[in-house]
């Protein structure tokens, strides 16, 4: 194993770091709006939210929520709550998060949950069912809350054949239309259409500029590392129903060109580009990015960390189908095939990676399942390595953080053994 | 004739399911669909004229590729003995695989399955709705039943009329109304059959064709009557194991407790027979009907107004029953997740209750020493 090298540290984007900052602000308001006794959702798995806030309503998503709340490794008591009433260990903790969340507001002990992760008691819970454990967790969240809220579920099948799309997009869409029946119940309102156009069409605008962004930073060396993206990332999917986002990304998209035009890497001496594919490792991911820069090797992001940006599948005349084409089935739901082409493929060839990093998580199988068999075909298809790992995403509490460095280390200096290999047959 | 007749035929189909269906099919020459995941209609297969069959899952050892594809955790034992199966060219003589995605272990399965077994070449993925009520599910489930029917008629070469169909969905109502005795039976006469003679005949009846499987229990119920019950055992209900059967070695456990088995929650079990399907009326439209008013509670499925906690705290209570054991398979998420519930549910009504995690090569002695304890407690 190469020693590291002390003084290859990783070069921040100094702009990343307000995407933490406008993700900090959206959970600020959702607890001021439930103080003023307006109505917030907790909604589960993926889901495109800015369907309520457009009509006024806040919501939390348990993706961004669970996520952060690993990131910031605040999660420990809900977990440890929910483990107490006989939820199991490998159980996602993004979930399991909200129900021990519910478990300490029944018992009356919120204020043991840190407060930067402290959530509202909802007004209403839904999701769509992308993720089995959404409908299950919402179940038990509702059993701990007295009275009990309203609840909705949104079926969204599998679309194994890319042929089926468009009849599962369309019957996903009927069920959305169903749902604003909901929301104007909620809110004793019209629902506003023209908004929710005009939003989609900003939406669009942010996804056009993520795109240009992730096009720019594949230059040599790379402006941008999977640090950055996974901090910007929060402001995709936690501030989605938050316009204001969009000066986020200007302004982060302006440093990546600055940074392209004067040649300033993410990883001085860049050597090595490694892609991550799917979960990150919310606790760690931070200490892993900087292990491998020590090693010369940039951390690049794979499709879940920019969550599979599609601007192509955003039309503001068709928010709904907008949604579900863009938001929802660009990331789970879809076939090995299409994850293959489409979520890993499309994103590590334009960055000529040297080998891709499949994580798997114990508690989370909706984004790890057929990483072995997904490795092999790509390695297969390519001749570029892969390697799998497993590491729990969001619970740090039996992480192994030097086992997971030590695989990373290994498989770096596998890649560099067969660069140089190579050169010398050359 | 003696009641070990009957009791003998399951057995032996039980112990070796796969053998019996390659032998039945080569001398019928009938086409065997397996299906995995809960609620696939298999009246609609046997109305394509092809013999449907739950798939059985050993308790073999697992190799490294399915440890590979299908670590533990997350992923559950039964999944991974199936893949086990799939990878040892076990399940190559069916003709085709139907699965049902009822979790995400089974659309892992879904994918993993004809990567590594390719020699099965008719392959079905179905989604039937999870929120089980309201108009657009009862469309989609339509379609995926019309879907489903036409894709069986191109693999049988035969059309399913309206006719065969209710034809089918008849015979398999008698099944279940001849299971159904059988369940009257033994919450009536407890210990009437034993853990392991129930087992066999449930598993049977997942692979026998239902005609044959009728014959058997015509003949069972007949003899069982003049069995002697055991009204000094402990008296308990079995729930749980909800995708396929419990493995025959947790029976064995069962029957040299002190424990006389009244009623089961299992999928392989009162799941699976508890809700007929409607004779009148378009099949189709029954079939879906029957899907979206089934009578157990799946936690796999949204149906917020049907408590599995308060469903077996009901079947504890009418069979008379002192206590619950509720088979976990390891890793099973659906079951993991909506248990505090169920036990919480069960602690209110003061009924006894354990758990065991199933899975493979477990200690029968340590799930041997849960079951003593629980009887002991029960039985003072």
């Known amino acids: 194993m190469e020693k590291q090298s002390a003084s290859r540290t990783l070069n921040r984007l100094a702009t990343a770091r307000d995407g933490g900052v406008l993700v900090a602000k959206h959970y600020e308001e959702v607890n001021r709006a439930a103080k003023q006794g307006e109505c917030v959702g907790w909604l589960f798995a993926e889901s495109p939210r800015e369907l309520f806030k457009v009509a006024g309503i806040h919501s939390i998503a348990s993706g961004n929520w669970g996520a952060r709340a690993g990131a910031l490794r605040a999660n420990a008591v809900l977990l440890e709550a929910a483990e107490s009433e006989g939820f199991p260990r490998f159980m996602c903790p993004y979930m399991k998060g909200l129900i021990g969340h519910a478990i300490l507001i029944a018992r009356d002990e919120t204020d043991k949950i840190p407060p930067e992760i402290r959530l509202p008691k909802p007004s209403f819970m839904g999701g769509w069912n992308r993720c089995s454990q959404g409908q299950q967790c919402m179940e038990a969240v509702n059993y701990y809350l007295k009275p009990k809220v309203s609840t909705f579920v949104i079926d969204t099948p599998h679309v194994y054949d890319d042929e089926d799309l468009e009849k599962v997009v369309g019957y996903v869409v009927l069920q959305m239309e169903d749902l604003i029946g909901f929301i104007e119940r909620l809110t004793g309102r019209p629902y506003p259409w023209a908004k929710l156009c005009e939003w989609t069409r900003t939406i669009r605008d942010i996804a056009i500029m993520r795109e240009e962004i992730w096009q720019l930073a594949q230059a040599k060396p790379t402006p941008m590392t999977m640090g950055d993206w996974a901090v910007a990332l929060g402001a995709v999917t936690g501030a989605r129903d938050d316009l204001s986002s969009i000066q986020f990304f200007k302004k982060l998209k302006a440093e990546v060109e600055d940074r392209v035009k004067n040649g300033v890497g993410s990883v001085p001496d860049e050597e090595i580009r490694i892609m991550w594919h799917e979960l990150l490792v919310w606790h760690s991911f931070g200490s892993l990015t900087k292990a491998a820069a020590s090693l010369g090797c940039v951390m690049i992001p794979g499709s879940y960390i920019l969550w599979d940006n599609r601007p192509e599948l955003i039309d503001p005349e068709r928010p709904l189908w907008s949604m579900v084409q863009s938001y929802l089935y660009v990331m789970t739901g879809r076939s090995m095939e299409y994850n293959l082409r489409e979520r890993v493929k499309r994103r590590a060839m334009p960055y000529n990676v040297d080998g891709v990093i499949f994580s798997t998580s114990p508690s989370c199988k909706n984004f790890s399942k057929c990483a072995y068999a997904l490795k092999e075909q790509f390695e297969s298809d390519t001749g570029i390595p892969g390697v799998v790992v497993s590491a729990d995403h969001c619970d740090s509490r039996f992480h192994n953080e030097d086992e997971l460095e030590q695989t990373l280390s290994t498989f770096i200096d596998i890649i560099k053994a067969r660069k140089d290999k190579h050169l010398k047959e050359l | 004739m003696t009641v070990q007749e009957p009791l003998k035929v399951a057995r032996e189909i039980a112990l070796n399911p796969y053998d019996w269906v390659q032998d039945w099919k080569n001398q019928n020459r009938r086409k065997v669909v397996g299906t995995f995941g809960m609620y696939v209609p298999h009246e609609l297969i046997h109305a394509a004229g092809?013999?449907?069959?739950?798939?059985?899952?050993?308790?073999?050892?697992?190799?490294?590729?399915?440890?590979?594809?299908?670590?533990?955790?997350?992923?559950?034992?039964?999944?991974?003995?199936?893949?086990?199966?799939?990878?040892?060219?076990?399940?190559?003589?069916?003709?085709?695989?139907?699965?049902?995605?009822?979790?995400?272990?089974?659309?892992?399965?879904?994918?993993?399955?004809?990567?590594?077994?390719?020699?099965?070449?008719?392959?079905?993925?179905?989604?039937?709705?999870?929120?089980?009520?309201?108009?657009?599910?009862?469309?989609?489930?339509?379609?995926?039943?019309?879907?489903?029917?036409?894709?069986?008629?191109?693999?049988?070469?035969?059309?399913?009329?309206?006719?065969?169909?209710?034809?089918?969905?008849?015979?398999?109502?008698?099944?279940?109304?001849?299971?159904?005795?059988?369940?009257?039976?033994?919450?009536?006469?407890?210990?009437?059959?034993?853990?392991?003679?129930?087992?066999?005949?449930?598993?049977?009846?997942?692979?026998?064709?239902?005609?044959?499987?009728?014959?058997?229990?015509?003949?069972?119920?007949?003899?069982?009557?003049?069995?002697?019950?055991?009204?000094?055992?402990?008296?308990?209900?079995?729930?749980?194991?909800?995708?396929?059967?419990?493995?025959?070695?947790?029976?064995?456990?069962?029957?040299?407790?002190?424990?006389?088995?009244?009623?089961?929650?299992?999928?392989?079990?009162?799941?699976?027979?508890?809700?007929?399907?409607?004779?009148?009326?378009?099949?189709?439209?029954?079939?879906?009907?029957?899907?979206?008013?089934?009578?157990?509670?799946?936690?796999?499925?949204?149906?917020?107004?049907?408590?599995?906690?308060?469903?077996?705290?009901?079947?504890?209570?009418?069979?008379?029953?002192?206590?619950?054991?509720?088979?976990?398979?390891?890793?099973?998420?659906?079951?993991?997740?909506?248990?505090?519930?169920?036990?919480?549910?069960?602690?209110?009504?003061?009924?006894?209750?354990?758990?065991?995690?199933?899975?493979?090569?477990?200690?029968?002695?340590?799930?041997?020493?849960?079951?003593?304890?629980?009887?002991?407690?029960?039985?003072?």
Request: charged content about 20%; proline content about 6%.
């Open chain 2, 50 to 380: 092809i013999q449907p069959i739950i798939l059985p899952v050993s308790d073999q050892p697992i190799s490294s590729q399915v440890d590979a594809d299908m670590p533990s955790p997350p992923y559950c034992a039964f999944a991974r003995g199936l893949l086990a199966h799939a990878i040892q060219g076990e399940l190559n003589f069916l003709d085709g695989l139907a699965m049902h995605e009822c979790c995400t272990t089974a659309c892992a399965l879904i994918e993993l399955i004809p990567r590594r077994a390719c020699q099965i070449s008719w392959f079905q993925p179905l989604w039937f709705p999870v929120p089980l009520h309201g108009r657009r599910t009862r469309q989609w489930l339509l379609n995926e039943l019309e879907g489903f029917k036409r894709t069986l008629e191109q693999l049988s070469g035969e059309k399913i009329t309206e006719a065969r169909l209710r034809s089918s969905i008849g015979l398999y109502n008698y099944n279940r109304t001849l299971m159904n005795a059988l369940y009257d039976l033994r919450r009536s006469r407890p210990g009437i059959i034993s853990a392991c003679e129930m087992h066999d005949v449930l598993l049977c009846g997942m692979v026998m064709p239902k005609k044959e499987h009728n014959l058997v229990l015509e003949r069972l119920l007949c003899l069982l009557e003049k069995r002697a019950s055991h009204s000094d055992r402990a008296r308990l209900i079995m729930s749980g194991s909800l995708c396929t059967q419990p493995w025959r070695s947790i029976m064995e456990v069962i029957d040299d407790s002190n424990i006389a088995v009244m009623d089961d929650d299992l999928y392989v079990g009162s799941r699976y027979y508890v809700t007929r399907v409607s004779e009148t009326g378009d099949p189709l439209e029954a079939l879906a009907e029957s899907y979206q008013r089934m009578i157990a509670p799946c936690p796999t499925r949204w149906d917020p107004d049907n408590d599995w906690g308060d469903y077996v705290v009901r079947m504890t209570l009418s069979a008379g029953a002192d206590a619950l054991v509720s088979l976990i398979v390891r890793n099973c998420e659906p079951h993991e997740i909506a248990w505090p519930r169920v036990q919480q549910a069960l602690a209110a009504a003061e009924v006894p209750q354990t758990s065991l995690q199933i899975e493979p090569q477990m200690s029968t002695a340590q799930a041997r020493t849960i079951l003593d304890a629980l009887a002991e407690r029960v039985c003072v």
